[in-house]
């Protein structure tokens, strides 16, 4: 199979049997449902542009277990180079969908794995990286998406996972098999996982002894006997469900998700286990994959912000107050700021060095740089986009009132007519596309894709702390202060 088309993509979800709740009852044509599709268009988007022969240097790489071609969500660094085009390949999918495309965490979690499971065998004589490599040869051959699952719901925050009243607040091992492990726990805020055809399962922090049952590390299907899903709720996702939605939902045809994804004693079986117990390495995968996903997000979020900063400017056209200087400068700003989130993803990644493993990784520094601006500068992208768009972005009528032909007042006039006359501005300027590009921000900055856009921008890949944490260690103080105190002449 090797480069699955988005159809072939939509049609293998079709034929899982992944377990999905909403609204408190579980949905059967999940694919089908109108506040999931748009989350899978989305992701079919990595599979389509994989055929484009425009974007094939980006989306395609030559697999370095296989020397096939492989969709390069499913790849394992080889160069700092990979390391570039995937952050670009992320932009160019924040640019075609302006929502978060799923796949990013599988691929950050593939090339954490990879070198970690390599170093514990090194220590232990384990067979975990063999195990995982030919795991990665049948992902990609079979070019599938797979959910990174990191984050436990963690329950008491000052406690380690073994001092949890509720032993569950972590996924643990609850019994060894000569076969395989049983576990029991869940992972929250799960990206693209009711999307996905496997889930690739690591610790959320680095662990003591104490805490080894929950040191664990391994692949499964989305549909085996115990594991379940419950669909995140979005701000306005109920507008999905109105009949002939279109221009109020801001971005019909492509959205994100995230789910709790529920293991209720599920069953693991050998081939797929990739860290049992081995406390000591959990820090080490944490951190990793912390790294590349902060790294991603200087391209996913910088594709949708060419968007955003897109739509800005024509919200100021079809206002008529393009030519206002401060318009122009607010547009510069919110440039500067995207094209700032860039060079950190990019640069992160022409600092990238090989691991023992052999695969690369990013510059740990910058890449958490990366992340904490990312914390900060989509804010104010989408503060000044509101500034520009103007308040009629929030108190718009809908459009069935500015197609309604219901007469209302005293001259005879229909609600749609009033809503077209009084909403009109630039001359030459449809009010439908005013209307458009303003439930677009509208959207973007506090409909169902600020999910992806705002919050997901502070707290995915870790709240704004954990890189400060991360900079602290990275950040080399005392080799600073030897540098000044030779140019300041002190020699103790
Ligand atoms: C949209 C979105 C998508 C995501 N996708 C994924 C995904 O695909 N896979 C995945 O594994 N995870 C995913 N995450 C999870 C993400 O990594 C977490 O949200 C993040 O690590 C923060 O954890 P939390 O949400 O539990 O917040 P909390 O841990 O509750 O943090 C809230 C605040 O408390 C502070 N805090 C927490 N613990 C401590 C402590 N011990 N000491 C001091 N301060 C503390 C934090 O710094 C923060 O300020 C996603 C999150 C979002 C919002």
Known sequence: MALMTGAQYIESLKKLNTKVYLFGEEVKDWVDHPMIRPSINCLAMTFELAHDPEYADLMTAKSNLTGKTVNRFTHLHQSSGDLVKKVKMQRLLGQKTASCFQRCVGMDAFNAVYSTTFEIDK????????????????????????????????????????????????????????????????????????????????????????????????????????????????????????????IDLGN?????????????????PNDRIFMCEEYDFAGMLVERFAGYHRQSYGGCKVGVGDVIIGAAALAADYNGAHKASHIKDKLIEMTHLNETLYCCGIACSAEGYPTQAGNYQ??????????????????????LAEDIAGGLMVTMPSQKDFESDLKVGQTGKTIGEWCNKLYAAAPGVSTENRMRILRFLENICLGSSAVGYRTESLHGAGSPQAQRIMIARQGNINQKKELAKVIAGIKE
């Open 252 to 268: 019909k045809t492509f959205g994100g998700q995230e789910a709790l994804v529920v293991f209720d004693d599920v069953f693991i």
């Open 362 to 383: 990013i510059d740990l520094l910058l890449a958490n740089v990366c992340k904490q601006n990312v914390t900060r500068f989509p804010y104010e992208i989408v503060r």
């Open 123 to 246: 220590k232990y004589g384990t067979e975990y990286h063999e195990r995982f490599k030919k795991y990665v040869e049948y992902v990609q051959e079979n070019d599938l998406v797979v959910d990174g699952a990191m984050t436990d719901p963690k329950g008491d925050r000052g406690a380690a996972p073994s001092q949890q009243t509720d032993p569950d607040m972590f996924l643990r091992i609850v019994e060894k098999r000569p076969d395989g492990i049983v576990v029991r726990g869940a992972k929250c805020h799960q990206t693209g996982s009711i999307n996905s055809h496997e889930h690739l399962i690591m610790p959320t922090i680095a662990m003591t002894e104490a805490d080894k049952e929950y040191a664990v590390s391994f692949a499964i299907q989305s549909d085996v006997p115990g594991i379940f899903m419950v669909y995140g709720r979005q701000s306005c996702d109920t507008r999905k469900l109105e009949e002939n939605a279109d």
